[in-house]
Structure formats: structure tokens, C-alpha cells
């Protein structure tokens, strides 16, 4: 079955600095990747996503990279603020499974 | 529109009872999806449900299980609670045929 595995587990930026998070997935049949933010004590909230057939896709700050060639796909974080201070993680889905496999998770700390 | 809710927030109960959760969907979304939160494992996939059948299912005992009823509500069970059963339960809807979910902000389980 599908692997996903992140790294680094934990990132400490100064504000203003770029945070980037990797993941990479075993089953070449994953089509789709999100990726959530989640603070302490809340639920994982959508960030971003993409698609097989897509190599990168923004939305303001942050933007997801896919390279399925190599089975990773990364999130970068831009200008970060103290409020991105939360724990990322990256998932992956063949729509065939209809689940998400999650990586452990990153706890991002952006120091003021 | 509303989120995923969840009921109860939080629960304590002691070894070998049983437990009963609830999960609302977004409304339209007719894909409940079930996972276990906790900070050795992650996030881990329980189960599926699509128009009130059980899609797929991840690596749990049989203890687990659930089921999703017409209005696309779904409930999961845990019978005989272990120790190793405290966790936080995310429920995630999705809309038909895609793969975003959206998570519910979780319940608490505690086992003494």
C-alpha cells in the first residue's frame, strides 16, 4: 500500500524567512496531494492541493510542487508570519482508494 | 455552509466499554471518511462510506467499525476500549466523486 513520508518532523524560521516541507509517496498510482495546516487543539484545515496532471500550483504565499517522476512533492511557505506556526502535513490519494495517507507531520515555528 | 461537526467533543470512558461517534457532513457531500489521531501514529485511515456503503478500510481490528446512514450522517463504534484506543477521531466529508475532504473539528476519546 501507499508510503508517505515528511520531513523535516520540525522547521524553526524567523518571520519573514521561507519554510519548505517535503514529502515523498510510494504508489505511483496517487493522483492527488494536499496538504493541512493544524493548530493545537483544532482540526487539519485544506491549505492547498494538487494534481497529477498539474507541476505546481500557488495561492498567495504558498505554493506545491509535484514531481512524479521522483514521487515528491513539497510545500513552500514565503514571507512566513508568526500565524503559520502549526503542524503541516502532506497526504496522498489514488482516487481508486478513496482515502488520504498522511505523512507524521511537520511543526513549523516561525520566531517573531 | 456549515462544516463537519462531530458529537460528543469529548469522551471518557474506561477499558472494555463501548463507544458510539457521530459525524455530520457538509451538506451535499455524500463521502464520510473516518481516521485515528494520535501523536505516535498520525493520522490513520479507519474507513470509508459512500452512499451508505463501506468503501474501504484501513488497518484496524474489527473492534472498529461504522456505518452511514440515508441523510449520509455516519456513526463509527468501538467496542471492548483498550488503553491504546485513546485518541482523537477525525471524521472528513467530500463532495460526490472528488478527493478534497474537509475535516470536523474531532472527539476526544480518553480510556482509563
Known amino acids: 500500500g501507499e508510503n508517505v513520508e515528511q520531513h523535516p518532523s520540525t522547521l524553526s524560521v524567523q518571520e519573514g524567512d521561507s519554510a519548505v516541507i517535503k514529502c515523498t509517496y510510494s504508489?505511483?498510482?496517487?493522483?492527488?496531494f494536499p496538504w493541512y495546516k493544524q493548530e493545537l487543539g483544532k482540526r487539519p484545515q485544506l491549505i492547498i492541493d494538487?494534481?497529477?496532471?498539474?507541476g505546481e500550483k500557488k495561492d498567495q504565499r504558498i505554493a506545491v510542487t509535484l514531481n512524479k517522476t521522483a514521487k515528491h512533492f513539497s510545500l513552500h511557505i514565503t514571507e512566513t508570519q508568526p500565524e503559520d506556526s502549526a503542524v503541516y502535513f502532506c497526504?496522498?490519494?489514488?482516487?481508486?482508494?478513496?482515502?488520504?495517507?498522511f505523512g507524521k507531520g511537520t511543526k513549523l515555528s516561525v520566531k517573531p | 455552509k456549515a462544516g463537519v461537526t462531530q458529537t460528543p467533543r469529548y469522551l471518557i470512558k474506561t477499558r472494555g466499554q463501548q463507544v458510539t461517534l457521530s459525524c455530520s457532513p457538509i451538506?451535499?457531500?455524500?463521502?464520510v471518511s473516518w481516521y485515528q489521531q494520535t501523536p505516535g501514529q498520525g493520522l490513520q485511515f479507519l474507513f470509508e462510506?459512500?452512499?451508505?456503503?463501506?468503501?474501504n478500510k484501513g488497518n484496524f481490528p474489527g473492534r472498529f467499525s461504522g456505518r452511514q446512514f440515508s441523510n449520509s450522517r455516519s456513526e463509527m463504534n468501538v467496542s471492548t476500549l483498550e488503553l491504546g484506543d485513546s485518541a482523537l477521531y477525525l471524521c472528513?466529508?467530500?463532495?460526490?466523486?472528488?478527493?478534497?475532504?474537509?475535516f470536523g473539528p474531532g472527539t476526544r476519546l480518553t480510556v482509563l
Open positions: 472528513a466529508s467530500s463532495p460526490y466523486l472528488t478527493d478534497t475532504q474537509y
Open positions: 504508489d505511483s498510482a496517487s493522483n492527488y
Open positions: 494538487i494534481r497529477s496532471n498539474v
Open positions: 497526504a496522498a490519494s489514488a482516487r481508486s482508494q478513496g482515502n488520504l495517507i
Open positions: 451538506s451535499g457531500h455524500r463521502s
Open positions: 462510506y459512500f452512499s451508505e456503503t463501506q468503501r
